[in-house]
């Protein structure tokens, strides 16, 4: 089953800009990587909510939210389960090294990105 939202991910105009906005709202940084360029990741103070993952637009990108994305403990599992109740345009599994996760994307009928990912840790 699709568990709860693990993280919301924002392109920005300015990554820095929005994570120091996100702080003031009293989010904190829980890392940074290299993920598309410079990228923060921020959680609730209190531990309680989703993370925000924050990139700057590059290109023809434009701000906004990319997608969200639900925790899942068997990735495998629920990507099989997705292909069986046709869901569209499903990407994955596939392990990203830069935030040790593996993830499979998929778009709702609108065209939406949503995706569930799996802590590798």
């Keep these: 089953m699709i568990g709860e939202i693990d993280h919301i991910e924002i392109e920005a105009s300015d990554a820095t800009e929005m994570a120091d906005f996100l702080k003031k709202l009293g989010y904190e940084e829980h890392r940074e ?19 925000f993952e924050i990139h700057t637009v590059e290109g023809e990108e434009v701000p906004g939210i990319n997608h969200i994305a639900f925790a899942v403990d068997n990735i495998e599992e629920i ?26 994307n998929f778009r709702d009928p609108d065209g939406r990105r949503f995706q569930i990912v799996q802590d590798d840790e």
């Design 33 to 51: 990587t290299e993920h598309h360029g410079q990228s923060f990741e921020l959680s609730p103070a209190d531990g309680d909510g989703p993370l």
């Design 79 to 104: 990507t099989e389960d997705l292909e069986e109740k046709e869901v569209d345009a499903i990407v994955g599994p596939y392990h990203v090294d830069k935030t040790g996760r593996t993830i499979t």
